[in-house]
């Protein structure tokens, strides 16, 4: 069964503009979450979502935001960059249930942006 | 809240040492998860072993072995007979039963093996 797939892999920004990453799931997996990793503040959890609907949101800026499509994939987006967004951005996904609850996450390779 | 405590920033040992890793917990929730990931130069967070807090019972799986103590809200990892492969960043992390899927990482543990 193929991992989970993120892309792009690498990405360079200016302040001020917006960029979207992708995420897709392993097959059967419904429910996408992301991280952001940065050395200061280390992996934090930026928002979950299960059946295209937003279930858990961590403590970020309304800047950053997501989705999640029919078939699983998400994406997530970040408007008006600042430097301190650049970072490692991880998506994961897992088996978790309508009903909520915990599964273990798989994560992808990153997306490592870079904002100048 | 949730918090997980890896106070062992960076580690080196020689190959074949033995190494624990310490990972401290905190938690209200009566049920909770506890897992391990580890990650290498490339970035990616690989998955090594989820506990539930229900579960005390130890686990060794080749040259990993985890000892969960509920008592001391800890979850350590040890490698026996490290090897240079083992060199990465390795995580713990929580999640409860009221927080779903949003998983609480420690601050992680950089391990060098040297030949």
């Known amino acids: 069964k193929a991992g989970v797939t993120q892309t792009p892999r690498y990405l360079i920004k200016t302040r001020g503009q917006q960029v979207t990453l992708s995420c897709s799931p392993i097959?059967?997996?419904?429910?996408v979450s992301w991280y952001q990793q940065t050395p200061g503040q280390g992996l934090q959890f930026l928002f979950e979502?299960?059946?295209?609907?937003?279930?858990n949101k961590g403590n970020f800026p309304g800047r950053f935001s997501g989705r999640q499509f029919s078939n699983s994939r998400s994406e997530m987006n970040v408007s008006t960059l600042e430097l301190g967004d650049s970072a490692l951005y991880l998506c994961?996904?897992?088996?978790?249930?309508?009903?909520?609850?915990?599964?273990?996450?798989?994560f992808g390779p990153g997306t490592r942006l870079t904002v100048l | 809240a949730q918090k997980v405590t890896q106070a062992q920033t960076e580690i080196s040992v020689v190959e074949k040492e033995d190494v624990t890793l310490d990972c401290v917990y905190e938690?209200?929730?009566?049920?909770?998860?506890l897992f391990w990931y580890k990650q290498p130069p490339s970035g990616e967070l690989v998955f090594l072993i989820r506990?539930?807090?229900?579960?005390?019972q130890n686990e060794i799986s080749g040259r990993y072995s985890w000892n969960f103590q509920k008592s001391t809200s800890s979850f350590n990892f040890t490698i026996t007979a490290s090897q240079v492969v083992d060199s990465a960043v390795y995580f713990c992390?929580?999640?409860?039963?009221?927080?779903?899927?949003?998983?609480?990482f420690g601050t992680g543990t950089s391990l060098t093996v040297i030949p």
């Open positions: 938690t209200r929730d009566t049920t909770y998860y």
């Open positions: 097959s059967g997996h419904r429910s």
């Open positions: 979502y299960f059946s295209e609907t937003q279930r």
């Open positions: 992390a929580l999640s409860g039963v009221n927080t779903g899927n949003q998983f609480y």
């Open positions: 506990r539930n807090s229900f579960d005390e």
């Open positions: 994961a996904s897992s088996l978790a249930t309508l009903a909520g609850g915990t599964d273990t996450q798989y």
